[in-house]
């Protein structure tokens, strides 16, 4: 597992990195997700033009 600053081989990380690594990597995804999907829900969808 590893990100940008902090790599390490999965038996050596530590729990501190670990949880950095996470939410890098998924509180990004669920920011961006969060905002597109309020848009699309603003505009009655996503899929086909309205």
Do not use: Y
């Amino acid at each position: 597992m590893s990100s940008a600053k902090n790599s390490a081989p999965s038996e050596s990380l530590t729990l501190d990195n670990w949880h950095k690594c996470m939410s890098i990597n998924l509180d990004g995804t669920f920011l961006c997700c969060q905002k597109v999907g309020k848009h699309m829900i603003e505009r009655g969808g996503g899929g086909e033009d309205r």
